[in-house]
């Protein structure tokens, strides 16, 4: 690798970071590297140790489809510079519009979606120990403002998430830092024209409100930072308290025991709750109260965002695509002995009578009977929960049911199973 002049003096970034870059001797690393002045300020300073430590160095650039000719010069411009250090550059092309449209999310978190996707397949690709992005204290405070604005919880105040493969050397070097190192090395960047819009909220807040707090009293970014230091020490205790918790999830379906959070402390059902959602959607305060609401009740439900559905049952709680309770219905025809119900894990066993019958398994329907009593209230005397009742299988025969899941199982000629992993 190419090695880069060594500085004159210390600027206040290298002064700040000069004992932390001991962390990262004899590993392999992955830059994300957008070509903005914080990328290139951390490429440059990592470059210029990387001999000195045995750093070896590589950065991967993404362009996000968005801003066309634009974005393409933007990556030119990385191959340049990463070609005057002697980094080797990885680019990867994404497609944030597509993204937005298909999963309904906003521009700035899709494009964080698909961004750290595609850092992982790089590292992956390359066998790189950590990904290293340029986030500084500056950002770190924009996040605790748009989390308050968003109506996160306490313990979710915290700057950037830390765990093993992502790290963040410049968490604590301010913005002045990174421009002060910059103009000291005379180094180019680019700027990409949507950071100075106002449309965005982090731009908002990064352009108009964090300049305000520094002109009136600086020290108050220092303060939110120790906030966020106590909010990141409440979330370690609570995910102590709780590592004994565990939930049952598949695809688009997560559930636990209703037991194992009613006799837990309000404050612990509220973290729970935040985990058992944070997988599924974008969760805000508002979605954790909703939850607790209907919590002391049996067979209730509350809509969620992105067509998920909260439900509290006589025993367990569930978080679920709506469409996975959607009606349904397969025929088995006379040459089928068995049917599998992927939807619900399980297959039916047909023997005898109905072995060569032509029958019609589907969910509940209103106003199904069994004789004179409703299979509803069957299922409701029975305690099951709704989303059982939802989706246990009626099996009919010349639109007769002869047969329902849990309420009535009298011919033994039909057996349901479990599918095996």
């Known amino acids: 690798m190419k090695k880069v002049g060594k500085e ?5 970034l290298a002064y700040n970071l000069s004992y932390g870059i001991k962390r990262f001797a004899n590993k392999k690393l992955l830059v994300a590297f957008s070509g903005g002045r914080d990328s290139v300020a951390l490429l440059h300073f990592l470059s210029s140790n990387s001999e000195k430590y045995g750093i ?9 489809g ?12 990385c191959r340049d510079f990463c070609e005057s250090l002697g980094v080797p550059l990885f680019v990867k092309k994404i497609d944030v519009p597509s993204y937005v449209r298909n999963y309904h999310l906003s521009v700035e978190d899709a494009a964080r979606k698909l961004r750290y996707e595609a ?11 950590l990904i290293v992005t340029a986030h500084h204290l500056d950002d770190t405070v924009e996040n605790f403002f748009i989390k308050s ?10 700057g950037f998430s830390l765990n093993d493969l992502f790290v963040r050397p410049f968490q604590s ?17 680019v ?8 449309d965005y909220v982090r731009n908002w807040i990064r352009l108009k409100l964090i300049p305000i707090i520094k002109g009136y009293n600086p020290g108050y970014i220092k303060n939110i930072e120790s906030l966020q230091e106590q909010s990141k020490e ?14 049952n999830k598949r695809d688009g379906y997560i559930e636990m025991e209703k037991l194992n959070l009613i006799n837990r402390h309000r404050f612990e059902q509220k973290y729970i709750l935040n985990k058992m959602f944070e997988g599924m959607f974008r969760v805000e305060r508002k979605h954790i109260e909703m939850a607790l609401d209907i919590l002391d009740g049996d067979s209730k439900r509350v809509n969620m965002p992105d067509d998920f559905i909260f439900e509290v049952s006589y025993r367990r709680l569930r978080l679920f695509k709506k469409s996975l309770i959607n009606e349904y219905k397969i025929i088995k025809n006379a040459t089928d002995d068995i049917v599998i119900l992927p939807k619900l894990c399980k297959y039916i066993k047909f023997d005898g009578y109905y072995k060569d019958k032509l029958l019609t398994i589907r969910n509940r329907r209103y106003g199904d009977r069994i004789g004179k009593k409703k299979v509803k209230d069957m299922m409701i005397d029975m305690k099951l929960d709704l989303y059982e009742r939802d989706l246990a299988p009626v099996i009919t025969v010349d639109e007769e049911i002869v047969w329902v899941e849990y309420v009535y199982e009298k011919d033994k000629n039909i057996q349901i199973y479990e599918l095996e992993d």
Not at 8 to 12: A, E, L, S
Not at 149 to 158: A, D, P, Q, V
Not at 234 to 247: A, G, R, T, W
């Open 234 to 247: 409440l979330k370690s205790y609570l995910d102590e308290n709780i590592k004994d918790f565990s939930f």
């Open 191 to 198: 700027d990409d024209e949507t950071n100075f819009s106002s």
């Open 119 to 129: 850092l992982n397949d790089v590292k992956d690709d390359i066998n790189c120990e």
């Open 66 to 77: 968005i801003r066309g000719d634009l974005a393409d010069l933007d990556e030119k411009f």
């Open 8 to 12: 004159k003096k210390n600027t206040r």
């Open 149 to 158: 604005f968003l109506g996160t919880s306490i313990e979710n105040l915290k």
């Open 173 to 189: 070097i301010t913005r002045e830092d990174v421009d002060e190192y910059i103009s000291f090395h005379r180094l180019p960047y």
């Open 56 to 64: 070896d160095i590589y950065a991967c650039h993404v362009n996000h």
